[in-house]
Every structure is written in C-alpha cells, then in structure tokens.
C-alpha cells in the first residue's frame, strides 16, 4: 500500500466543485475517474450516478502518459503543480518508463519559524515565497487586504480554504473569492503514477482533509467479508460496484480491514468503490501539549486524556 504523509497536503484537483446543494455530491472524489478517460452518466441529479470507462489503453513501455501528453524517458514533464518537479525515469526493476516525481524544497522550509508580525509574499506558479514582510516595514501598514472567512490577508500571503482543499489562492488585486481569478487547482499526478494499478482494478482511498487521494488499495491478499449482492440486472445496467471480480450492489460497504479502522468504501458511484479515510477531531481546544490521544481496537479515533493546567 502507498501511503502519502498526512501532514503533507497537496493541493490539486481535476474539474474539481464541491458542491453541498443542491448537488449532494463531492467530486473530488472522482479524479480517479479522469485518469482513467470515465465519462460521468447523469440521470435526473446534477451528480453523475456512475461512469463509462474506457477499456485501458496500451500505453508503450518506453513513455510516459501525463494530462493527455507522451513524453520519453529523460524528459522532464510539465505538470501545474509548481512544488514538484516531475520526469519521466526508467524503472530499475521492470525497465518500463514511470513518472517520477520530487517535491521543491523551499529556504524557508527548514528554517526558524517567523515571527508572529511576519508573513511570507507568494507569486502565482512559483512554489517558494519571493519575500519577506514584517510590521516594521512599510508594506505591512498598507490597505491592500482580502477578506475570507472573517480572516484579513495581506497581499501575497497564501490563503487556503477550509471548504474547498483542492483549492489555493493568493491574496491579490483580483480577489473575489475561492472561485475568482486569484485562485487555482493543481492536478494529482500520483493518480498519473498509479494509471496502470487503477487499470488493473486499484480503488484510491481518498481523506476528508485532503484534495488528493492518500493511498491505493489492491487488495493482494483480499478474503471478502461482504457478500456480493449485485443481480445480473445490476450489473448490465452498470448499477454495481466490482472488486477482485466480486460484483456488489449500489449502496453496499466494502470491508478492507484497513488498519487504521478509518476507511469506508461504498458502491456510491459505480464502477469503483468511494472509498474516504475518516479525519478525526483534535484534542479539546487545540491543546496537543497537554492532552495525549489513547487508541482502542478497532476504533478509527483516539480519546484524549487531557492533564489538568494552572489555567483550568
């Protein structure tokens, strides 16, 4: 299993709209399906109720595939996310061509923290902050601010949104909002880099708190615990869910016995399971210093035995 640092948000997306009405649908959730060339069917809802793939195309085992576009081992691939700089290698084990990606680290990466009067300038399509401001300089006492969520930004600060985590913007002149000129998508190319296992019936388990799938199930050693309960009539009329050849029903759960207890797959949107790792809530207040998490079997979140403070 392919596991990506939680703390490590990559901020991407394809045609990406979270919409909570009237569409009761996140469609984050079905980047996987972009990669794989699906077409979205839709009935009566602004939702799709499921996809059309493709059968996998065969891609020559000296290239690279990314966003629609072939590129030769050697090559760097342009790609929209400005912190990763991503070429197309030859794998040592199999020798076929495979995308390689690696993130940019940035100066101020591993540097002290600033100081709380200070903040970072960003420029769009540059991964690294261009600058510094800090109160006593003069840019600080400047006007130029945007607005979001009852928070103010001074111009060039990143601005990340809490209803939207496939989205970055940076506060601008052209602010308008999370859907205005100021902010941007970036595309997953992790899902570029696992084409063939998705082909081959992979399922991406996605995370509440992230725009990018974190993991990809296959399900090597699987026993199904769930019972198969797609009719032949679910299945032709593309109304089922498959996995390691099982059919299942709209609507079913999927048990993976993922080790974290947090992953729920369902047959929500055939032909693959949505499958969403659960984010759990922090300590009371925010409080890590004081309070420690205990985990029990079985349960995907912690309890928190918080220590009594002179301020309680």
Not at 25 to 51: A, I, L, N, Q, T
Not at 141 to 170: A, H, L, M, V, W
Not at 214 to 230: H, K, N, Q, S
Not at 233 to 259: M, R, V, W
Request: net charge negative; proline share 8%; aromatic share 12%.
């Amino acid at each position: 299993m392919k596991f990506v640092l939680f703390l490590v948000f990559l901020v991407s997306v394809w045609g990406y709209e979270k919409q909570i009405s009237p569409c009761q649908c996140d469609k984050r959730y079905f980047k996987h399906y972009e990669v794989k060339g699906c077409s979205p069917v839709y009935e009566k809802d602004c939702c799709p109720v499921r996809f059309k793939c493709p059968q996998p195309e065969q891609i020559p085992s000296n290239v690279c595939k990314y966003n629609g576009h072939f590129y030769d081992i050697g090559t760097r691939i342009l790609t929209s996310n400005p912190c990763e700089i991503c070429d197309c290698e030859q794998n040592s084990e199999n020798k076929r061509a495979a995308i390689n990606c690696i993130p940019v680290e940035c100066p101020t990466t591993f540097g002290k923290p600033l100081n709380h009067n200070c903040y970072e300038v960003y420029e769009k399509d540059k991964c690294c902050s261009t600058s510094t401001i800090c109160a006593t300089d003069e840019a600080m006492n400047r006007t130029e601010t945007c607005k979001y969520r009852g928070k103010t930004y001074f111009f060039g600060q990143n601005i990340y949104s809490d209803e939207d985590p496939c989205k970055t913007c940076i506060c601008s002149e052209e602010w308008a909002g999370i859907n205005g000129p100021s902010c941007y998508n970036y595309g997953c190319i992790h899902l570029e880099e696992d084409l063939k296992q998705l082909q081959e019936g992979c399922i991406p388990i996605y995370h509440e708190a992230t725009c990018c799938p974190i993991e990809i199930y296959c399900g090597r050693d699987f026993e199904p615990t769930t019972v198969p309960l797609a009719s032949n009539a679910d299945i032709k009329s593309g109304k089922s869910c498959e996995f390691q050849g099982f059919h299942y029903k709209l609507g079913q759960t999927l048990d993976i016995n993922h080790p974290t207890n947090c992953v729920t797959c369902t047959c929500s949107t055939p032909p693959d399971f949505t499958c969403i790792h659960r984010m759990c809530p922090g300590p009371p207040n925010g409080d890590y210093k004081n309070c420690y998490p205990s985990y029990s079997p079985a349960e995907c979140c912690p309890i928190y035995e918080c220590r009594k403070t002179n301020a309680t």
